[in-house]
């Protein structure tokens, strides 16, 4: 994790929330209750070790505003796979197409693949309820309001035939040595990469 981020930049990764995570205001959060259900997603931006604990820690920014824990970021320990953080991360190393200009075209084949899946979904759709064990129609404003039991989200996407691994790795090409021991896109050689905190 820390070679990529400090190679390429953030990762998205999966977290459990615990109730004390969103009463967080400040400091490195360490979860005592064991919590590791992956019910949140995240983006770690960073990684470092605190000036006075020196508790290792990964520099997280979350989407619930900048009202919230440290002006939106929270800092989570790091090397204990506290709330599942470095159970389920995700990664993209973009092809440069921008220095070129290179567009792609979408093929007759793309468009006829019977992978395309063509259905026209009613909106919204309707959800789940668990602890009826019916389904659920869904009421006009039913979008406006977060589903009882459910949502659009599935639980774990899978690529078929697996991932693709189409260049290296940032942890194949560094040696461990030689990754940094503190990274911030917020602040990467004075500069931040990262986009506006909206509330």
Not at 7 to 22: H, N
Not at 88 to 103: F, I, S
Not at 128 to 144: I, N, Q, R
Request: include cysteine; glycine fraction near 8%; proline fraction near 6%.
């Amino acid at each position: 994790m820390k070679a990529e981020i400090a190679a390429r930049g953030p990762l998205a990764c999966g977290i459990a929330v615990p109730d004390a995570l969103e009463a967080y205001k400040g400091g490195i959060f360490c979860d005592t209750t064991g919590d590791v259900n992956i019910v949140h997603d995240v983006s770690v931006v960073g990684y470092g070790i605190d000036a006075d604990t020196k508790e290792a820690y990964w520099l997280v920014r979350n989407s619930w505003g900048t009202h919230w824990g440290e002006d939106g970021f929270f800092r989570v320990c790091r090397g204990k796979n506290n709330i599942a953080i470095e159970s389920d991360c995700a990664m993209a190393t973009p092809k440069d197409t921008w220095t070129t200009d290179e567009r792609h075209t979408t093929t007759q084949a793309e468009k006829d693949s019977p992978l395309n899946d063509k259905t026209v979904y009613p909106f919204p759709q309707p959800t789940y309820d668990g602890e009826t064990d019916k389904v659920v129609e869904p009421e006009t404003d039913a979008f406006l309001t977060k589903p009882k039991n459910g949502g659009c989200r599935v639980e774990k996407a899978f690529f078929v035939g697996g991932e693709k691994k189409n260049v290296p790795h940032a942890w194949d090409l560094m040696k461990p040595e030689d990754v940094p021991a503190e990274c911030n896109w917020a602040n990467k050689d004075g500069r931040n990469w990262l986009s506006w905190n909206k509330n």
